[in-house]
C-alpha cells in the first residue's frame, strides 16, 4: 500500500454526505492501521483564532500577523472539541509531528499560548476536530470514486481562499472534474 500521507483528499462532486460535500482534507496519516486526516475547507462560523484564543483566556500581545483573524477549521467529525494546529515548520512544541518539510502538526497547548504572540509559526490553521478511516475503509472509498487525491502543496493548504480550495485542488489535478463518472470501472 501506498501511503497518503501529506497528500490532499478531494471529494467527488457525486460524494453526497452533507459533513464531506466537496470537501478537500489533508492527509497526516495513512498506514495499516487506518488513515487521519483534517477538513480544511469548512471554516467554523463565527469563530476566527483571536476568538478562540480569547475562549481559552490565552494571550493576545504583539502579534503583527493577519493569521489572528483567519477561520478556525471544522477538522472533521471526531473528537470536535480537540485542536491541531497544522503549520509551516518550527520547533520548541512538546507535541509536533512532521508531516513533511514544509507542514508540522502540533497538538499541545503550548503553541495555543504562541499564536496570539510574535512567537507563532509563520503560517498556520487550526482545526477542531478530526477526519478517520479504520484500515482498508479509505482504500474502499477511493474504490467507489468518493475521492481523488493529489500531492499537497503547502501554498494551496496555508494560503488559498478557503471559498477556493476545493475548485483549486481539482484543477490542479489537470482535467474538468465535472466531466468524471460516478460510477467506479474495474477491469
Given at each position: ?16 454526505d ?26 467554523i462560523?463565527?469563530?476566527n ?14 502579534f ?9 477549521f ?21 507535541s ?12 499541545s ?29 479509505l482504500e474502499q ?10 500531492p499537497?502543496?503547502?501554498e ?7 471559498d477556493q ?12 472534474v465535472?466531466?468524471l ?7
Amino acid at each position: 500500500m501506498d501511503s497518503l500521507r501529506n497528500q490532499f483528499l478531494i471529494a467527488m462532486p457525486n460524494l453526497e454526505d452533507p459533513y464531506f460535500n466537496r470537501s478537500v482534507i489533508y492527509l497526516v496519516k495513512h498506514d495499516e492501521d487506518g488513515a487521519m486526516g483534517f477538513i480544511i475547507n469548512q471554516p467554523i462560523s463565527q469563530l476566527n483564532v483571536e476568538q478562540l484564543l480569547e475562549k481559552m483566556e490565552l494571550p493576545i500581545t504583539n502579534f503583527a500577523s493577519n493569521n489572528i483573524h483567519q477561520q478556525v477549521f471544522n477538522g472533521g467529525p471526531v473528537n470536535q472539541e480537540r485542536g491541531f494546529v497544522l503549520h509551516s515548520p518550527q520547533t520548541g512544541w512538546k507535541s509536533s509531528e512532521a508531516c513533511s518539510d514544509d507542514i508540522t502538526m502540533t497538538t499541545s497547548k503550548d503553541i495555543m499560548s504562541a499564536l496570539g504572540t510574535g512567537d507563532a509559526p509563520e503560517q498556520f490553521i487550526i482545526a477542531l476536530g478530526y477526519a478517520s478511516w479504520e484500515p482498508g475503509q479509505l482504500e474502499q472509498e477511493l474504490l467507489e470514486n468518493s475521492w481523488l487525491t493529489s500531492p499537497c502543496d503547502p501554498e494551496h493548504l496555508f494560503s488559498t481562499p478557503i471559498d477556493q480550495r476545493w475548485q483549486q485542488a481539482t484543477q490542479q489535478l489537470g482535467f474538468d472534474v465535472w466531466q468524471l463518472t460516478p460510477q467506479a470501472g474495474h477491469s
